[in-house]
Every structure is written in C-alpha cells, then in structure tokens.
C-alpha cells in the first residue's frame, strides 16, 4: 500500500475515534484538549524533536552540559499550555487549599522538592525542573475539574492513545524513517513509532493495555459501549493494535507491567475482590511474602530476568546503581530537586558507562539521590496514598476503579528498572491523574460514573 493511502486511512479512522469518543463523553469541555496537548508532547516527542530542531543525528549524543539547558521551543510550548490552564483554572475559581487538603502526602512530597532547590548545587535548573513538574498537577486539575470528571478522563486517554497508538503503527508499517531507527551506541535497529526510543513506546503501550482492557471488561465501559454503537469493536482493535506494538518495542518491563496491569483488571471485573480492601492487601502482601520466600529459595529475580531474554545486570543498571550509592552524597536530603545527573558526577559516570546514563534506572534510588531519605519516605507515603485511593474506588465500584489499581501498581513496579516519577515523564502524569483526589475542594464536584450517552435527536 503506497504510504499516502496508508495516511489517508489512518486519518479516517482516526476522525472515527474521536466522533466515537465525543459521543461517548458528551458533556466535556474543550479546555481538555490542554491536557491532551500536553499529553501527547511528554509522551511522544517535545515540539523540538517534531520538527527535528536540534535533533541529535545517528552517532551524536548531547554533552553533560546540555542537561543544564533546555530547548527555548520547547519552554515556550509548554508555558503557553501552562498558562492556558491555569487561566481555565481560574476561571473555575479552583480551592488550591482544598485540593491540598484532599491530597496530603502529594503535596508533601512537591513542596519537599520546591524546598530542596535551596541545597541544590544547580537551584536555577533544579527550578525550573520542578516548575515543569508542578505544571503536571495543574494538567490533571484541568481534566479532574471539568463538569463531569469521569467523562474528561475517559476522552483524554482515548484522544491521546487513538493518536499515539494509530500513528506508532502508521510510522513503523510505511515511515520507517520516522517510526524506526538504531540504538546510539550498539547500532541496533529499534522501533520507536511514534516516540524517540523503544522504551517511550513501551510507556504508551502499557497505558493503552490497562485502558483499553479496562474499556472492554469493565461493566460501566461496557453499557456506555453498548450505547455508543461501534464503540466496542473500535476498543478491541485499540487494543490489538497496541499489543501488536508492545511485541514490536521489545520493552521487557513493559511488556511485564502491561500483562499484569491487564491480569489484575479481569480480576477485579470478574470477581467481588475489589469491594473488600483488606483482602486486595491480603493479596499483595500473601504474592509479596511469596516472591520474596522464592527468591530466596530459587533465585527468583534472576529466573524472571532471564525468562524476558534480560542479563541478571539489567543491562549494566545494577552497576549504576552501586555507583551511585556510593558516591558522596547527603543521606538524609540529598543533592537537591533531580540535581544528581548534573555536573561532575554525570561528567564522571558518563566516562565509567559507554551508554551515557542520565537517570539511576530506578525509581527509588533516584529518588534517594536526589531527595535523600525524606524523600524517599515522602515518595514511599505517596505511593501509599495512591493505593489507597484505588481501593476506595474499587470498593464503590467506580468506573474507573480497576484501571486505577493496575496503574499505581504498574508504574510502582515499573520503577525498579526505570526512574518515573521525575520531570516530564508520561507516568509521573499518569500516575497524578489517576490518584490525585478532589472531593474536599468546595468549588469541585465529587467523581462521577460513566453514564451512557443519550442518544442524539431528531432534527
């Protein structure tokens, strides 16, 4: 098939999706294309990389003081969708106290990392990182303020993954020059699709395998779908197609976090555990005690390695991470807000490492390096505070409840082999939307259910 007939169709189905989506979600605003933008551009390519400005060409990495800078496109981008927001947020006369009220350990954990710009030996670019972080919260508001909450998230995931999903397939089948390339240093051929790297794609991949297996499964989903005729079949091709990419990315971590995201949804679909909180953490820890009696007794952890076709190093991360630790550091605060990978140290490790790392390759240890053990602790009650909130949407059947278990669990999971919850990082947004809570705002109203739409009238 030429290339331009493979855009044309991919174009028309796409414009399929988004009718089949605005029927699904009458009642959102268009201020949630916001966060859509926003969306698209931390989880595929910064608006820089789409136009190949400043792009690095085959064989050339960025030096270490490139980290101190950012690209004045891309700033200018997502300042103009932050300010954008937050003037949709003023408009809704948003309560922040209420919203940090009803959010206690995220909270704590961001002015925490607003504080530790003070100790940072880098604090302008330690700023303006965490002022990109912050701008992930007031993302989220705009979607979990909108007239109908559920609606606004539903549509923003469609939108986002209908775009990124349908696009990784069009690039990798007939633009290969954009959807494929080769690794910087082994010059192995990889598939990025709509993204830079295999791993970005396996970010997406995961997303679109809890979403849509929680569209197809779940009994709200299900009477919205029967509603919106097509809706359905459009869901199970969504899905097909992005297990179809999640193969092509060879991303270990995700392929593992996708299946068990979409095991632990049928289960909560299909059986009453959900409305029981203490057996979901009877569940955990019983399968945490399990793994831990049998890596102790098989050597689990390397047995499940090596099944993902993965050395028992994790690709030279379990070196990093020795290395890291063992650099001078502050125990209890740290270097200050993601100010690790600056300077000496990353001058340092990039000469020890021939792939030039620039983040621990772990969640928890990058943290710890970067905020210390406060925030790790922080970080810890977050977490916490995340699964929790997926319980009490379990209990009362919310729509939205079973996709919420699986991705705090996913991405909490996801960060052994990769540090998430950092800059603009797709699951750092992901995991705020998904957790962050809003009833106790007084201008906001409580979360709402997925109803189907009514269907259009006669003119």
């Not at 001078?328 to 300077?343: D, I």
């Amino acid at each position: 098939m030429p290339p331009i007939v493979a855009l044309a169709l991919v174009s028309a189905v796409l414009a399929t999706l988004f009718v089949l989506e605005r029927r699904t979600n009458p009642d959102v605003s268009h201020a949630v294309w916001i966060p859509f933008l926003w969306m698209f551009f931390i989880g595929t390519r910064f608006p820089t990389q789409w136009l190949v400005i400043n792009a690095a060409s085959p064989g050339v990495f960025p030096g270490a003081d490139d980290y101190l800078e950012g690209s004045p496109l891309d700033m200018a981008v997502f300042l103009s969708l932050y300010v954008m927001a937050v003037a949709v947020l003023m408009r809704r006369s948003v309560s922040l106290s209420g919203i940090m009220a009803a959010n206690v350990w995220v909270t704590a954990f961001l002015l925490y990392g607003l504080i530790s710009v003070v100790w940072s030996d880098y604090p302008f670019t330690a700023l303006k990182r965490f002022i990109k972080v912050s701008e992930h919260v007031v993302m989220v508001l705009v979607v979990l303020t909108d007239k109908n909450p559920s609606q606004a998230l539903d549509a923003l995931l469609r939108r986002f993954l209908a775009v990124s999903v349908l696009l990784s397939c069009l690039f990798f089948k007939y633009f290969p020059e954009i959807g494929r390339g080769f690794d910087y240093w082994t010059g192995r051929p990889v598939n990025t699709g709509v993204t830079t790297d295999k791993n970005a794609l396996g970010h997406i991949c995961l997303l679109g395998g809890a979403f849509y297996t929680s569209s197809l499964l779940s009994a709200a989903h299900r009477s919205v779908g029967r509603a919106v005729k097509g809706r359905t079949i459009a869901d199970a091709g969504m899905l097909f197609a992005t297990l179809w990419l999640l193969n092509l990315a060879d991303a270990k971590t995700a392929l593992a976090c996708t299946l068990l995201s979409m095991a632990s949804i049928a289960v909560f679909v299909w059986t009453r555990l959900g409305r029981r909180p203490s057996a979901v953490l009877f569940c955990i820890a019983s399968v945490v005690a399990a793994a831990v009696m049998l890596d102790w007794a098989l050597d689990l952890r390397e047995l499940s390695i090596q099944a993902l076709g993965r050395d028992a190093s994790l690709t030279d991360r379990v070196f990093v991470w020795a290395d890291v630790l063992a650099m001078p550091n502050n125990a209890l605060l740290g270097t200050g807000f993601e100010s690790f990978w600056l300077g000496p140290r990353l001058e340092l490790l990039w000469e020890k490492y021939w792939w030039r790392p620039n983040q621990a390759h772990n969640g928890y240890i990058e943290t710890y390096i970067n905020l210390g053990a406060v925030g790790l602790l922080l970080l810890l009650a977050m977490l916490g505070a995340g699964l929790a909130r997926s319980l009490q949407r379990l209990q009362r059947a919310d729509a939205f409840g079973p996709l919420t278990f699986a991705l705090v669990v996913s991405i909490a999971l996801f960060n052994y082999t990769d540090a998430t919850f950092k800059a603009l990082h797709i699951f750092y947004f992901a995991f705020l939307l998904v957790v962050i809570a809003t009833e106790r705002a007084p201008s906001m109203q409580p979360d709402t259910q997925l109803e189907p739409a009514a269907p259009p009238q006669k003119i």
